[in-house]
């Protein structure tokens, strides 16, 4: 039980750097979000009991009435079930899996990212391979036009989408670039709506495209390293900013 209680996503035991922005933030919400990623990636199973309140509120370096909130939350969304007198337990069998299921219902701005860097590391090295002049030539025009939004959310958001479409383009492989439709399309979903304005403040904006202008420019010089590097500090620094908005 100890073991998986320090494998909770921003428990207070075996703390890396990465992890410290995780922490900042010990809302109910930041701890329902973390339990819910433990349960999700099988930290904790179906019907595993959960460890008791005063624990989990040790590891998490919260209240117990914070954990108390958190776990309302989660019994509300149906992902555990509490027995009085013999404690919480997991009520999770996996994402939902039906035919018609549409994805960017089961999947969180969290897991799309996990996506991403499974993806777009890549995709960029491939790009800084195989794109042709005029491909970068295209990809300069919306680093320009993405750089010009200013602080206009919806804007950024749809050259934002452009910028990394291209990306995809720029592999020359139709396959990656499907998939990246579909990455796309989950993007478009009411829930990264809701984030954007939360995350997308004059300042991250600014970040961001400084990030865009890093990525460009290692395609531009054929440096497959520096584009590799390039997304995948730019993706951790999405993910980030997505736990922030998530605890906030």
Known sequence: ???RIEAIPGGSNGVQGDDLG?????SANAITSRLTRAIE???FSDGDQLPPERQLAISLGTARSTIRKALDQLENRGLVVRRVGSGTFVNYAGPLQTPDADVADLISPLQLIEARFAVEPYMA???AIHATGRDLDSFETVLQ????CGADQDQFTHWD???HLQLARCSR?????KVYEQINAVKAHAQWNRMK????VPEKIAAYNLQHRAIFDALRARDTQAAWDAITAHLETARQDLIGAEGG
């Open 22 to 26: 995780i922490m900042a933030s010990r």
């Open 161 to 163: 989408t452009q910028f």
């Open 125 to 127: 090295r491939l790009a």
């Open 173 to 177: 492989n139709p396959l990656l670039y």
């Open 41 to 43: 990636t099988g930290v």
């Open 145 to 148: 036009r993405i750089e010009a």
């Open 1 to 3: 039980m100890r073991d």
């Open 197 to 200: 304005t939360v995350v997308l």
